[in-house]
């Protein structure tokens, strides 16, 4: 039996999204979706904050006892089929990139089922999961509090989420670079503040405990970063990137005035976030 793979789309239930757009949607999953052969290789950021979420589900015990899981952004199912293989349940993994969703259906059996869906209007009925596991998607939509909205909504009483997004500060030494070699033209992706994300939690998630953390990661140069992003389908998204490439005279100027450490790598920052919430 294979695994069942399909595409829907959601309903209108979501409020109203945020007037400044981090790109057309279509353009996040193609780019995702060309990253889905190489993106595993690339996912060490994406494996620290998951693994911190799957630690916090599996130390709730047997407080945790679901009948059907979802992962929100599975992505190429990585952390999918880790969940499957915890809990004996019906496991649900949506993406909204058809090529992340056909990767994972790929590398997996029948136990999960896999969905092309948008995390802002999910296709699902009310009280449908126990947990929701959703690591490092919601940064790529316009208004975080339509997936908290939905989150919510398709959680049981009693049903838990584990979520995980980058905060404003994020690529802080990359972006600095950029400013220099090419001033007043965007190169870094739109992330939300920390006080805004907050604000938004509390007025839709109740309670939802907070934890944030910034996460260092080495690379061999500047351009080894931008490797690692494209090989993740994770560069600048903006409608306001440029539309040729960059001029290779601005690339080195970015990378002469990349910070260096003392052995010659450059260390990026991630500013991370992670929300437990459980429904009332």
């Not at 805004?196 to 970063?225: G, K, N």
């Amino acid at each position: 039996m294979s695994a069942v793979v399909t595409s829907v789309s959601g309903s209108d239930r979501a409020p109203e999204a945020l007037a400044t757009s981090i790109a057309d949607k279509s353009l996040i999953a193609s780019q995702f979706g060309g990253a889905s052969k190489t993106y595993d290789g690339a996912s060490r950021l994406q494996q620290i904050m998951g693994n911190e979420m799957l630690g916090a589900l599996k130390r709730a015990g047997d407080d945790l006892r679901p009948r059907r899981i979802l992962d929100l952004g599975c992505g190429t199912g990585w952390f999918t089929r880790r969940i499957a293989q915890s809990w004996p349940c019906q496991v649900t993994g949506v993406d909204l990139s058809p090529g992340m969703i056909g990767q994972a259906s790929e590398q997996s059996g029948p136990v999960v089922e896999w969905l092309v869906a948008d995390a802002e209007s999910l296709p699902f009925p009310s009280d449908s999961f126990d947990v929701v596991f959703s690591n490092l998607m919601v940064q790529w939509c316009d208004d975080p509090r339509t997936v908290f909205a939905e989150c919510r909504r398709v959680l049981r009483p009693g049903g838990r989420l584990v979520l995980s997004t980058l905060l404003e500060g994020t690529l802080t030494e990359l972006k600095q670079a950029w400013a220099v070699a090419d001033p007043g033209q965007p190169h870094i992706n739109r992330f939300e503040s920390e006080s805004d994300l907050r604000q938004r939690i509390e007025a839709l998630l109740p309670d939802a405990r907070v934890d944030t953390r910034t996460i260092a990661l080495p690379y061999a140069s500047p351009m080894a970063l931008a490797a690692e992003l494209r090989l993740l389908g994770a560069g600048f998204k903006s409608e306001n990137r440029r539309k040729t490439l960059t001029a290779p005279g601005r690339v080195r100027t970015m990378c002469r005035n990349y910070p260096k450490q003392s052995d010659g790598t450059a260390v990026a920052s991630y500013e991370a976030a992670w929300v437990y919430w459980q429904a009332s």
